[in-house]
């Protein structure tokens, strides 16, 4: 793998880790289908602009066979997951998201007829279980819909690796992440409205979220995401999933005051040695 596909998959982690501070601070004051919107539409300014100054370049090519990827990433993953987090708690919900990595490693083989080698499905079991040990396991007290909804937004997931993969071949990182904006915008906008949730609240909570999260969390990390994915296997790539967990967990540390124990920082540990595993292996068959 890369050494530039390890460092943006670093990368992606730590800013998707930091957005749960932003998220929360923003939900406060709007709710989630409204900050949805508020989050791509920023995202999709940015990119516009980009666009206007020439940094990046739209070529003529038929860009709605992107359809079937943008049906899965942004918008259904984004209202499973919403949803499902307001159903059960945070922890069954990490512990559900957590299932992309391997629920990749399942549809590559089928779709896109990829396989690792053992190392790398040792890798897999390694950050999994790191993830059971930083949410410690704890799945009491969600109700059926709600798993649902996470189970739903597991495979939406997994299913725009996997499509991601198959459009890196005919369309950039830019052109896909352009059009992923775009239609977030306007999906969760034209939703927010005829809820009648949508409503414009500037204060700095929101304002500093959702600056973040439009720019960084969707512009630059799903950028750098699509990136990753068009230079390796998703079956590689979404191991990196695993580290926003760690990332997140030490946010809450240093800017909520929040108590790490030791079964948290074993699990860290243990994804940490995941990621290592799959950067630094040898390239050679068993």
């Not at 949803?83 to 957590?98: C, D, F, P, R, T």
């Not at 007290?141 to 459009?167: N, P």
């Not at 079956?235 to 926003?244: G, K, Q």
Request: charged letters at 10%; aromatic letters at 16%.
């Amino acid at each position: 793998m890369p050494l530039r596909v390890v460092f943006a998959g670093v990368l992606v982690s730590i800013i998707f880790g930091f957005s749960f501070l932003f998220t929360k601070n923003a939900l406060d004051y709007l709710s989630p289908l409204t900050f949805l919107s508020y989050r791509f539409c920023i995202a999709f300014v940015f990119f516009l602009i980009l666009l206007i100054f020439g940094v990046i370049k739209l070529e003529k090519k038929p860009y709605w066979k992107l359809s079937i990827l943008i049906l899965f990433q942004p918008v259904l993953y984004f209202v499973f997951e919403t949803y499902g987090v307001q159903k059960i708690n945070s922890s069954e919900a990490g512990m559900i998201i957590a299932l992309i990595p391997i629920v990749v490693n399942v549809l590559a083989v089928f779709m896109l007829k990829e396989k690792g080698d053992p190392f790398h499905y040792v890798a897999v079991g390694l950050g999994f279980l790191g993830i059971v040990l930083i949410v410690r396991f704890n799945l009491s007290g969600g109700i059926l819909i709600g798993r649902t909804f996470m189970f739903l937004a597991v495979l939406s997931g997994a299913l725009y690796s996997i499509y991601s993969r198959k459009f890196s071949k005919q369309f950039s990182p830019v052109e896909i992440t352009f059009f992923m904006m775009l239609a977030g915008a306007v999906f969760f906008t034209l939703i927010s409205v005829l809820k009648g949730e949508f409503e414009i609240k500037l204060n700095v909570q929101t304002v500093s979220s959702g600056i973040y999260l439009g720019v960084l969390s969707s512009s630059v990390a799903f950028f750098l995401l699509n990136y990753m994915i068009n230079r390796a296997s998703p079956i590689v790539t979404t191991l990196f999933s695993n580290l926003t967990t760690v990332i997140s967990v030490i946010a809450g540390v240093a800017f909520r005051n929040e108590h790490v124990g030791l079964q948290q920082i074993c699990g860290m540990i243990l994804i940490i040695l995941s990621l290592l595993i799959t950067a630094i292996k040898k390239q050679s068959k068993w």
